[in-house]
C-alpha cells in the first residue's frame, strides 16, 4: 500500500497521464498510467546503471540480473523459436535488408535465409566478444539512439524483448519507425501484463522483475503505442517459447523459494537432463507485427 509520506508521481512518461501506485517488488515501486494501459517502475535506474547491467554475468548466470542462466547454453531452444518467427517474418517480406535490435549472439538473425542482408545491435560488448555473431550479421555495439543508420534503410526491423529493458521506449519505436521504408514491417514482442496468466500472477507474474524490466506493456497499450508512429498492426501471435529444463528452474526461482528450487537447479545444470528443451505457451508473451504506411 502507498505510505503517506511517498512523494507525488510525476505523470506518465509515456502519454502524460496519472500514474497510480500498484504494488512494490524487489524495492521498486510498479505504477500503473490507466490512460495508456502501460506499467512502470519508480525510480527508474540512470542511463549509467542500465549500460553496466548487461555485463556477461546478465547472460551467465547471475541470478540478481534475472538474465539468462547461459544463454549460449540456450541455443536448441532459441533455434525453434526463431525458426518459427523467421518464418512469420518471411510469409510477409520474403527477403531484404533487416535490423534485429538486441540481437545478443545474432541467434535470431541466423534463423533467416542467406537471401537476407542482416545487420543487428546490441548494448553489450561481453556477450558479442563471448559468442560471437555469424560472419554475414554486421553488428553495432551501443545504445540503439546511437545507431547511425540512414532513415528508410529497412524492409524489416524486429524488437524482441527489448522495449521493457530500455528507458524510453517511445523512443526506440521511433528510431525503429525511422529506419523502415514506407511498406516495412515491424516486429515487437513483450509480456503482455493484460494476459489472463498475468493478471492470474499479480505481482508473482515472472516478468515483473524489476530493474531488469521497466516497464510492463498490455497487448492494446502496445498496439496504441506502436500505431501512434504511423504503422499499422496487422498481426497479433502467442507464440510458443522454448527453454532449456535449467533455464526454466532459473526462471522459477524468481517465483519459487529459493531452498526449493535451487538443489534440482545445481543438479541438472551443465547435464544432458537441463539441456533438455522444454516448450510452453501461457499466452502472457505477445507478437506485434506492424506495417509502416505509404511515404
Ligand atoms: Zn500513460
Known sequence: MPRPEDPPLKPCPLCGG????????FGYWV??????DTAVIDPMPSEKDLKGYYSLDYFKGNRAKFGYSDYAAE????KRAFSARAQTIRSFIPKGRILDVGCANGAFLAA??????KHGVEISPEILEDSPPPKDVKVFTGDFLDYPGSPGLFDVATLFDLLDHVRDPQAVLRKAAGLLRPGGLLAVQQG??????????????????????????????????I??????????EYEPRWASLSLCLFRLSYI???????????LVKGTRIGELSVRFNFRDFVTLYARKGPA
Not at 500505431?227 to 497479433?236: D, F, N, P, T, W
Open 18 to 25: 496519472g500514474l497510480r501506485r500498484q504494488f512494490e517488488k
Open 31 to 36: 505504477l500503473l498510467c490507466p490512460a495508456c
Open 75 to 78: 541455443a536448441a531452444c532459441l
Open 112 to 117: 533467416l535465409g542467406p537471401e537476407w542482408e
Open 192 to 225: 503482455d501484463r493484460s494476459s489472463l496468466f498475468a493478471r492470474a500472477l499479480g505481482r508473482c507474474w515472472h516478468i515483473y522483475i524489476p530493474p531488469t524490466h521497466l516497464w510492463y506493456f498490455s497487448r492494446a497499450g502496445l498496439s496504441r503505442l
Open 227 to 236: 500505431e501512434r508512429q504511423g504503422l499499422k498492426v496487422v498481426r497479433c
Open 256 to 266: 519459487l523459494p529459493a531452498f526449493l528450487v535451487d538443489p534440482v537447479y545445481r
